[in-house]
Nanobody
Framework: QVQLVESGGGLAQPGGSLRLSCLAS????????MAWYRQAPGKQRDMVAG???????DYIETVKGRFTISRDIAKNTVYLQMNSLKPEDTAVYYC???????????????WGQGTQVTVSA
């Protein structure tokens, strides 16, 4: 069984920083893409940033230059460093991983339970 557990959310002031972590645990053979999504109240869940196994990253335009995604492959962990936070960054942030549980098995998508990020003065 595979679990993704996020941590690091909370309350930050505008201009402040937070660092999110997501640990994937369980029976995992290989993790391919890991990504962070966010969902604000009444809005759809959108991808914020993604990172592949070779370190290629992708960001939505509104967070470029402020957020940095990174991963520790050995620890099955992905991070999201969020700087210069704005009130519009307020949302529940979810971790997603595309992975194989066996060498010959299919690739599946797993989600974490989400962590709340609130940016307010």
């Amino acid at each position: 069984q595979v679990q993704l557990v996020e941590s690091g959310g909370g309350l930050a002031q505008p201009g402040g920083s937070l660092r999110l972590s997501c640990l994937a645990s369980g029976s995992i053979f290989r993790i391919y893409v890991m990504a962070w999504y966010r969902q604000a109240p009444g809005k759809q869940r959108d991808m914020v940033a993604g990172i592949t196994t070779d370190g290629t990253t992708d960001y939505i335009e509104t967070v470029k230059g402020r957020f940095t995604i990174s991963r520790d492959i050995a620890k099955n962990t992905v991070y999201l460093q969020m700087n210069s936070l704005k009130p519009e960054d307020t949302a529940v942030y979810y971790c997603k991983a595309q992975l194989q549980v066996t060498a010959t098995g299919q690739t599946y998508t797993y989600w974490g339970q989400g962590t709340q990020v609130t940016v307010s003065a």
